[in-house]
């Protein structure tokens, strides 16, 4: 009976440092988020003392991190960043950190001038600057995403990395009936996926996760029966953004599904 008991004790004892042990494994994750307004969360809402950054609580960033009780979160991303920023941005990277994610790309190739042009102009100026617009992705964007991520790498040698996309906004053929017209819809969409395309090489030839959020929004595009997108909104930095929705349904799901 003594055995038994001296058994039963060392058990329940075992267990308990296995559950210390877990709970201490996730609280000590030191994430940070960097990158542009889609992981600031710009559209969303809630930005708290954030300022020009519009850092929401509602964007994928926080409720990632607050779902795991993350100590440690850093959460540099802000509205208009581009590559250049994001470098700025690595500067809380260290040896410590051990969790990164980033979005960045849409602002260097010129996401606020394509969706200016293709709603102040007619549908052949739309289609020709989303061409010029896929001409720098193609060409111009690859080297500076190269220089992000190796850049990530060097500054957080034991960090899992991931990248994160951008969706495509319109569903062709959808409920709309008023706003850009099909044509137009159909030349952003087609810039989205070069986008993605380009972001997703490069972050696989760095090594790192790519999360590709054309296939969770497909569905709840603008023009959808379900819009996890903001369309032409006020304030007018927050169009073409993902909502709370957008942000929780979509982004949060996918950044999950590869992070366990």
Same mark, same amino acid.
């Given at each position: ?24 494994? +996730? ?8 990158? *542009? ?11 708290? *003392?954030?300022?020009? %950054? ?14 795991? !009780? ?40 010129? /996401? ?13 100026? %739309? ?5 010029? $617009?896929?001409?720098?992705? &193609? ?16 500054? =957080? ?18 409920? %709309?009936? $008023? ?18 395309? #380009?972001? !997703?090489?490069? +972050?696989? =030839? =760095?090594? /790192? ?20 997108? &903001?369309?032409?909104?006020?304030? #007018? ?5 993902? &909502? ?5 349904? !979509? ?10």
């Amino acid at each position: 009976m003594k055995t038994f008991r001296s058994l039963a004790v060392f058990v329940v004892a075992a267990l308990v440092l296995v559950g210390s042990a877990v709970t201490a494994s +996730a609280q000590a994750v030191s994430y940070v988020a960097l990158g *542009d307004s889609y992981s600031s969360g710009v559209g969303a809402g809630d930005y708290g *003392d954030s300022g020009a %950054c519009k850092r929401s609580a509602n964007a994928y960033p926080q409720l990632w991190a607050d779902a795991r !009780g993350v100590s440690d979160f850093q959460f540099n991303a802000c509205l208009g960043a581009k590559t250049g920023d994001v470098l700025a941005q690595s500067d809380a990277l260290s040896e410590a950190t051990t969790f990164v994610t980033v979005s960045v790309g849409g602002n260097d190739a010129g /996401f606020t001038d394509v969706m200016t042009d293709c709603t102040l102009g007619g549908d052949q100026a %739309c289609v020709d600057r989303v061409e010029d $617009a896929k001409t720098y992705v &193609n060409g111009t964007l690859p080297g500076l995403l190269d220089d992000v991520y190796s850049t990530l790498r060097s500054k =957080a040698p034991n960090a899992e990395i991931v990248v994160l996309g951008y969706p495509r906004f319109y569903q062709l053929g959808g409920s %709309c009936e $008023a706003g850009l017209s099909e044509a137009k819809r159909e030349a952003i969409n087609s810039g989205a996926d070069t986008l993605a395309d #380009v972001i !997703g090489a490069r +972050a696989g =030839a =760095a090594g /790192f996760t790519f999360v590709d959020v054309r296939e969770p929004f497909t569905g709840h595009e603008i023009c959808s029966p379900d819009w996890w997108l &903001n369309s032409l909104t006020w304030p #007018v930095d927050e169009s073409y953004h993902p &909502n709370v929705n957008g942000q929780a349904l !979509g982004y949060l799901p996918a950044l999950e599904a590869v992070t366990g």
